[in-house]
């Protein structure tokens, strides 16, 4: 009896600090920043632009560092949703804008593309046009599109295009670009080019999750700002667009975006990106 009622007392035991392990490993898992959502209504909500740009080490490949410079106020808010369907299929758009001052930097390790190279960068090759940052350093509206189907009653998300450029505003995202080459003994990187992006599109796909680039300009880091430099760096925007192909993200930055899109549709208040497990720390200022 007594054995029987001490086996029965430590089963439940088991059971309890079985479940108190779950719960502390579920409550403990790490989770991305949640973007708090007012469309326009109510209180405004401002949200850091780290974590609106949070999605960029998600969809990383490689590790990335996020720099901000000392005193950055920058920040994001969705002001407005339209949305329209025919009962089939949905489009909307989200209107944002970037305000405050600073700048942020999101700067990708190139170990993991330096290792899967080497052979042919040994060889005298060299790696064109390699992804360095992405950058966000001014005042800036946009407009987030976002396009799908209605499928038993659920919204599918199939798209979402995060636009820059809008309200006749010049994009304040910028990409620096890079040629990767080994030269005197060690990996150099040459050649720095910086383009201004337009939209940033993610599409539902069964192969390899891709990003779809659209740029404004494109000229060398070193060029000045004067009007005739700005006007050929247009020009290079526009044919690079035609040549440049989608870039591989990973597949949950994809999804997150999708998710995000998805969010906004529905007018949730908030939105929680996952945890960005490429993210290798911040720091306060800009390299």
Request: aromatic residues 8%; glycine residues 6%.
């Amino acid at each position: 009896m007594h054995l029987c009622l001490t086996q029965t007392i430590a089963r439940r035991f088991a059971v309890i600090a079985f479940f108190l392990v779950a719960i502390n490993l579920f409550a403990a898992a790490p989770i991305g920043p949640t973007l708090q959502l007012d469309y326009g209504h109510g209180k405004a909500h401002d949200n850091p632009i780290s974590d609106f740009m949070y999605f960029v080490p998600l969809i990383s490949p490689e590790t990335v560092t996020v720099y901000t410079n000392v005193g950055n106020t920058q920040c994001a808010r969705v002001l407005s949703l339209d949305c329209q369907t025919n009962g089939q299929t949905f489009s909307a758009t989200c209107k944002f804008e970037f305000t405050g001052t600073g700048s942020q930097q999101n700067v990708f390790d190139h170990e993991h593309k330096i290792l899967q190279s080497e052979k042919d960068l040994l060889a005298g090759g060299t790696c064109k046009h390699q992804l360095c940052s992405i950058n966000v350093a001014a005042l800036g509206n946009g407009t987030i599109e976002i396009e799908g189907a209605l499928t038993n009653g659920q919204l599918v998300v199939n798209l979402v295009r995060l636009r820059f450029d809008s309200r006749d505003h010049p994009s304040p995202v910028t990409i620096d670009l890079q040629d990767m080459i080994y030269r005197n003994g060690a990996i150099q990187f040459e050649n720095e080019m910086v383009a201004r992006v337009n939209s940033l599109t993610f599409r539902r796909s069964t192969d390899t999750p891709k990003m779809e680039i659209s740029l404004a300009s494109l000229k060398s880091k070193a060029a000045g700002d004067s009007s005739w430099q700005n006007f050929f760096g247009s020009l290079k925007g526009l044919t690079a667009n035609l040549f440049l192909p989608p870039l591989k993200v990973e597949p949950e930055g994809q999804q997150a975006m999708l998710d995000f899109g998805r969010a906004l549709v529905l007018e949730k208040s908030t939105f929680t990106f996952p945890h960005a497990t490429r993210l290798k720390g911040s720091a306060s200022t800009v390299p």
